[in-house]
T-cell receptor, first 114, second 115 residues
Framework: AQSVSQHNHHVILSEAASLELGCNYS??????LFWYVQYPGQHLQLLLK??????LVKGIKGFEAEFIKSKFSFNLRKPSVQWSDTAEYFC????????????FGKGTKLSVIP | DARVTQTPRDKVTEMGQEVTMRCQPI?????VFWYRQTMMQGLELLAY????????DSGMPKDRFSAEMPDATLATLKIQPSEPRDSAVYFC?????????????FGPGTRLTVL
């Protein structure tokens, strides 16, 4: 079974700082990769996804992620965070074919200080 | 703007009572998922349906939980009898899955508190 590790439980940054959240997965086959964001008290919203093609994926709100197959990683980045980015971020993986279930990481809580 | 809807949004009940949560997937989506979110375990997949057929319910305690999809516009998750350890936020998600394509859209969740 696949698993997802998010290295940081809680990250605290000042506004305008750069962000990188780590995500590693364990699964030997083709994968689909996702980053979801959950604002306080709200449901999960898709930030970006990778199915195939260019390993550098751009999402909404200025976020991007890079799929590095050799490292089984899909790290999330943003060059300059804003206070409104305060939320919890979840990395998720799904097998590329045959199963549609998502396995989520434990999440990383991001707090941005004005 | 199509959205997944869930009812109720909040439910407080006493141990031993039956709880039914409902989900209306986005029209045209063929796959529905039920997740549970807790502080300790994070997000866990309970069950999912594709074209209304249950594909995987291995994450669900079968003695008390049941999931059904009586028609394409309604999915239900039932707990009977409920226990305090069932307290969590239950999310429904839907997606249009085909081949290797799998993108899920989440509902607002049902916050369940079992006293």
């Amino acid at each position: 079974a696949q698993s997802v590790s998010q290295h940081n439980h809680h990250v605290i940054l000042s506004e305008a700082a750069s962000l990188e959240l780590g995500c590693n997965y364990s699964y030997g086959g083709t994968v689909n990769l996702f980053w979801y964001v959950q604002y306080p008290g709200q449901h999960l919203q898709l930030l970006l996804k990778y199915f195939s093609g260019d390993p550098l994926v751009k999402g909404i709100k200025g976020f991007e992620a890079e799929f590095i197959k050799s490292k089984f990683s899909f790290n999330l980045r943003k060059p300059s965070v804003q206070w409104s980015d305060t939320a919890e971020y979840f990395c998720a993986v799904s097998p590329g074919a045959g199963s549609y279930q998502l396995t989520f990481g434990k999440g990383t809580k991001l707090s941005v200080i004005p | 703007d199509a959205r997944v809807t869930q009812t109720p949004r909040d439910k407080v009940t006493e141990m031993g009572q039956e709880v039914t949560m409902r989900c209306q997937p986005i029209l045209g989506h063929n796959t529905v998922f039920w997740y549970r979110q807790t502080m300790m375990q994070g997000l866990e997949l309970l069950a999912y349906f594709r074209n209304r057929a249950p594909l995987d319910d291995s994450g669900m305690p079968k003695d008390r939980f049941s999931a059904e999809m009586p028609d394409a516009t309604l999915a239900t998750l039932k707990i009977q009898p409920s226990e305090p350890r069932d307290s969590a936020v239950y999310f429904c998600a839907s997606g249009l899955t085909t081949g290797s394509y799998n993108e899920q859209f989440f509902g607002p969740g049902t916050r369940l508190t079992v006293l």
